[in-house]
């Protein structure tokens, strides 16, 4: 069993930078992703699984990649490639990171479209919470109404 201090520090973003500037660095990062939606992005190996010594899954270009390559980004101080620099700049946690970048042996890629959604999610959480309250609550919706039948 793991103990408790590395578990908060999974959730526990890397640096702190001001709100205002993770939300603007994270959605030049969507911007960019969306300018080409359907190119396909390697995903990394997620970082409970060491993550972090790897590079994408397959030979492909990663998200962090992706926003290497602006130079806007680079000089706002992104200073390289590596998961650990992304998670500074952007100011994410392993688990945030893991959400956008990360994938699978059964799913190594991804359209960038839908990593920059995730982005999207990750920088604004509200309408995910909306959806998810919804199931929850016609779940109880529908439980209440099958226990008043039966």
Known sequence: MRPVRSLTRRWAPATT????????????????LERNPHQIIGLLSPSWAGGDARGTIVD?????DVAWSDVVLRVMGLAGRSRGEAKSFFGLSDAELDRIAAGSWRCPVRP???VAVRIRNVECPRLENRIVGSVVALLLVICAISYWIF
Do not use: C, N, Y
């Open 17 to 32: 930078i001001a709100a205002r500037d993770r939300q603007h660095r994270l959605l030049r990062w969507a911007t960019l």
């Open 60 to 64: 492909r270009p990663s998200a962090i």
């Open 112 to 114: 960038a479209w839908q």
